[in-house]
Nanobody, 124 residues
Framework: QVQLVESGGGLVQAGGSLRLSCEAS????????MGWFRQAPGKEREFVAA????????YYANSLKGRFTISRDNAKNTVYLQMNSLKPEDTAVYYC?????????????????WGQGTQVTVSS
């Protein structure tokens, strides 16, 4: 089992920045690829970013590339999502998730473990 706990969400004005953290406990964190997803009210959960076990490969939703950066620190069992130039449409609950196989990183069904989510609200 892997337990995931997100933090760092909050209320920010448009154009601002936030850094989300996701701390893992349980089985070996570095064995898993990690992803961030988000879900806005009334919308489906959507892929945001993913990172392989070593941090050497990263993947982003095309619409977010250049504003969001995913990273990980295996010594701290933590994955991060740096979000810059935030827009009101970025408002959502953000979830981190773990998968042993990054082959289908955009598909949330491929992730075995999920955090409880952290709310990000961007005001205009």
């Amino acid at each position: 089992q892997v337990q995931l706990v997100e933090s760092g969400g909050g209320l920010v004005q448009a154009g601002g920045s936030l850094r989300l953290s996701c701390e893992a406990s349980g089985r070996t964190f570095s064995s898993y690829a990690m992803g961030w997803f988000r879900q806005a009210p009334g919308k489906e959960r959507e892929f945001v970013a993913a990172i392989n076990w070593s941090g050497g490969s990263t993947y982003y939703a095309n619409s977010l590339k250049g504003r969001f950066t995913i990273s990980r620190d295996n010594a701290k069992n933590t994955v991060y999502l740096q979000m810059n130039s935030l827009k009101p449409e970025d408002t959502a609950v953000y979830y981190c998730a773990a998968t042993p196989d990054l082959g289908y990183y955009r598909d949330y069904n491929r992730y075995n473990y999920w955090g409880q989510g952290t709310q990000v609200t961007v005001s205009s």
